[in-house]
C-alpha cells in the first residue's frame, strides 16, 4: 500500500507456504516519518471470516489510533488452504506469521503488538500469546479454552458419547484409508437457535462460507487447550470478556481460563447476553462494554 492517503486495503502474507489473505488498516492520521505506533491482530472465530461480521472491531480499534491486522485462516476466505479444514494449531501458525507481517510495517512499532480475539479467536489470543512474548496485551472475549470440555459441556452426556464414537471411528479411517468424513458445522459447533439464526442470516450469506467439516477438525479441536499454557502469559496483561447467557460457549470456559490466568488480569461480563450480542451487528449497545473495557484495557498497557 504506496497510498497512505488509503488507511485500509487488502494485503497478503505467507504461512506455512500459503498466501494468507488480510486487511490491514493504518490509522488515518499517521503519515511516514511520524512516530511508530502500537498495533493489534484481530483473530476471529471457529467459522468467521475478516469480512462476515469481522469488520466492525477493526475499524474502532483503527479509529483509535492503532494499525491493525484481520486476516483469513488458512482455508477460510479468500486465503490458500483447503476448505472445511479446520486445524488450531495451523490457524495459531498463520497468527504467529501475522505478528512477523506486522512487525515488517513501515509505522508498526515491532514491540507494541497486540491480540484481540473472539470465539474461537479468543482461544487463539491465550495460545498465541503464551508462545508469543511479542505480544505484550491479550484481549479475549467469549472465548474457547479448553475444546474438549467446550464440545461436551453443550451436549448431552449420551450425544456427547456418539459424537466421539464418530470421531474415532473417522479418525481410524482417515489413517487406514486417507479418505476423510464430512459433516454439517452445526453437528461439530453444536448450535442453539440463537447461534443458527446468525448462521442463517449472516454467515451463510457468504459464497465463501464453509458449510461442512472434516471430522478431524473436531479430533483436533478436542487436543487444543489454551487454558493449560494461559498460566504462561503473565505478567503479560489479559482481558478476558464473557457473556451472561452463553449457549454456544458456556462462561465456564471463559471463567475456569481466567482463574489459571496470573497477574494483571480484569474479567469483564456482558450481562443478559448471549453468545454473538458480543459482537456490534447483533447487538450494539451489548458490544459498546465490550469496547469500552478493551480500548480502555489497550490504552492502559499498549
Same mark, same amino acid.
Given at each position: 500500500?504506496?497510498?497512505?492517503?488509503? &488507511?485500509?486495503?487488502?494485503?497478503?502474507?505467507? =504461512? *506455512?507456504?500459503?498466501?494468507?489473505?488480510?486487511?490491514?488498516? @493504518? $490509522?488515518?492520521? /499517521?503519515?511516514?516519518?511520524?512516530?511508530?505506533?502500537?498495533?493489534?491482530?484481530?483473530?476471529?472465530?471457529?467459522?468467521?471470516?475478516?469480512?462476515?461480521?469481522?469488520?466492525?472491531?477493526?475499524?474502532?480499534?483503527?479509529?483509535?489510533?492503532?494499525?491493525?491486522?484481520?486476516?483469513?485462516?488458512?482455508?477460510?476466505?479468500?486465503?490458500?488452504?483447503?476448505?472445511?479444514?479446520?486445524?488450531?494449531?495451523?490457524?495459531?501458525?498463520?497468527?504467529?506469521?501475522?505478528?512477523?507481517?506486522?512487525?515488517?510495517?513501515?509505522?508498526?512499532?515491532?514491540?507494541?503488538?497486540?491480540?484481540?480475539?473472539?470465539?474461537?479467536?479468543?482461544?487463539?489470543?491465550?495460545?498465541?500469546?503464551?508462545?508469543?512474548?511479542?505480544?505484550? &496485551?491479550?484481549?479475549?472475549?467469549?472465548?474457547? =479454552? *479448553?475444546?474438549?470440555?467446550?464440545?461436551?459441556?453443550?451436549? @448431552? $452426556?449420551?450425544? /456427547?458419547?456418539?459424537?466421539?464414537?464418530?470421531?474415532?471411528?473417522?479418525?481410524?479411517?482417515?489413517?487406514?484409508?486417507?479418505?476423510?468424513?464430512?459433516?454439517?458445522?452445526?453437528?461439530?459447533?453444536?448450535?442453539?437457535?440463537?447461534?443458527?439464526?446468525?448462521?442463517?442470516?449472516?454467515?451463510?450469506?457468504?459464497?465463501?462460507?464453509?458449510?461442512?467439516?472434516?471430522?478431524?477438525?473436531?479430533?483436533?479441536?478436542?487436543?487444543?487447550?489454551?487454558?493449560?499454557?494461559?498460566?504462561?502469559?503473565?505478567?503479560?496483561?489479559?482481558?478476558?470478556?464473557?457473556?451472561?447467557?452463553?449457549?454456544?460457549?458456556?462462561?465456564?470456559?471463559?471463567?475456569?481460563?481466567?482463574?489459571?490466568?496470573?497477574?494483571?488480569?480484569?474479567?469483564?461480563?456482558?450481562?443478559?447476553?448471549?453468545?454473538?450480542?458480543?459482537?456490534?451487528?447483533?447487538?450494539?449497545?451489548?458490544?459498546?462494554?465490550?469496547?469500552?473495557?478493551?480500548?480502555?484495557?489497550?490504552?492502559?498497557?499498549?
Amino acid at each position: 500500500m504506496a497510498d497512505y492517503e488509503q &488507511v485500509w486495503g487488502e494485503v497478503d502474507f505467507y =504461512s *506455512d507456504s500459503k498466501k494468507i489473505a488480510a486487511y490491514l488498516y @493504518r $490509522p488515518k492520521d /499517521w503519515a511516514p516519518g511520524d512516530p511508530p505506533r502500537p498495533a493489534i491482530c484481530v483473530l476471529h472465530g471457529y467459522s468467521g471470516m475478516k469480512d462476515v461480521y469481522g469488520m466492525d472491531v477493526p475499524q474502532w480499534l483503527w479509529e483509535a489510533g492503532y494499525f491493525v491486522l484481520s486476516h483469513d485462516y488458512p482455508g477460510f476466505g479468500v486465503s490458500e488452504g483447503e476448505r472445511g479444514r479446520h486445524r488450531p494449531l495451523e490457524q495459531a501458525q498463520s497468527i504467529y506469521d501475522g505478528v512477523t507481517y506486522l512487525q515488517t510495517i513501515d509505522g508498526v512499532d515491532p514491540d507494541r503488538i497486540g491480540f484481540y480475539g473472539s470465539s474461537y479467536g479468543g482461544a487463539h489470543a491465550i495460545w498465541c500469546a503464551a508462545f508469543d512474548e511479542r505480544v505484550k &496485551v491479550v484481549v479475549s472475549a467469549v472465548m474457547v =479454552s *479448553d475444546g474438549e470440555r467446550w464440545m461436551e459441556f453443550v451436549r @448431552r $452426556p449420551h450425544e /456427547w458419547q456418539e459424537f466421539k464414537a464418530r470421531v474415532e471411528e473417522a479418525e481410524r479411517k482417515r489413517v487406514l484409508t486417507g479418505e476423510t468424513t464430512k459433516i454439517p458445522l452445526p453437528e461439530i459447533m453444536l448450535t442453539d437457535p440463537h447461534t443458527q439464526m446468525v448462521l442463517d442470516d449472516f454467515h451463510s450469506k457468504s459464497a465463501r462460507y464453509n458449510s461442512e467439516y472434516d471430522l478431524e477438525s473436531a479430533a483436533a479441536n478436542m487436543r487444543y487447550k489454551p487454558e493449560w499454557v494461559a498460566h504462561r502469559i503473565s505478567p503479560r496483561p489479559v482481558l478476558v470478556i464473557y457473556a451472561e447467557k452463553d449457549n454456544l460457549v458456556p462462561p465456564q470456559e471463559q471463567l475456569s481460563c481466567y482463574a489459571a490466568l496470573g497477574e494483571p488480569k480484569k474479567l469483564v461480563m456482558l450481562p443478559d447476553a448471549q453468545h454473538y450480542e458480543s459482537y456490534q451487528f447483533c447487538d450494539a449497545e451489548k458490544h459498546a462494554i465490550q469496547k469500552a473495557e478493551a480500548l480502555e484495557w489497550f490504552d492502559k498497557y499498549l
